[in-house]
């Protein structure tokens, strides 16, 4: 079991930065790819960002690329999500994700354990 505790979420203005933290609990933190999904009222969990085991790969949902950037710390079982730029359609509940495997994937049924998630609010 890999337990997940999201923290960083608030209400910022459009065009400011907020940074998301993923605490991770249990398992071998280094053995897990890692994964950022949003959910916005009234629709589906999207895809944000992943991060492969060791760090040295990650991808990006097209909507944050280049405004957004995942990162991971496996010595404080960490992982973040840096959030620059933010527009009002970035407003959903983050959530972070954890995948048994060192692959990164960008669709939510291959994770395995999720956190609660935190909210982010960017208004106009």
């Known amino acids: 079991q890999v337990q997940l505790v999201e923290s960083g979420g608030g209400l910022v203005q459009a065009g400011g930065s907020l940074r998301l933290s993923c605490a991770a609990s249990g398992r071998t933190f280094s053995n897990y790819a890692m994964g950022w999904f949003r959910q916005a009222p009234g629709k589906e969990r999207a895809f944000v960002a992943t991060?492969?085991?060791?760090?040295?790969?990650?991808y990006y949902a097209d909507s944050v690329k280049g405004r957004f950037t995942i990162s991971r710390d496996n010595a404080k079982n960490t992982v973040y999500l840096q959030m620059n730029s933010l527009k009002p359609e970035d407003t959903a509940a983050y959530y972070c994700a954890a995948a048994g495997t060192r692959n990164y994937y960008t669709v939510d049924y291959k994770y395995d354990y999720w956190g609660q998630g935190t909210q982010v609010t960017v208004s106009s």
């Open positions: 991060i492969s085991w060791s760090g040295r790969s990650t």
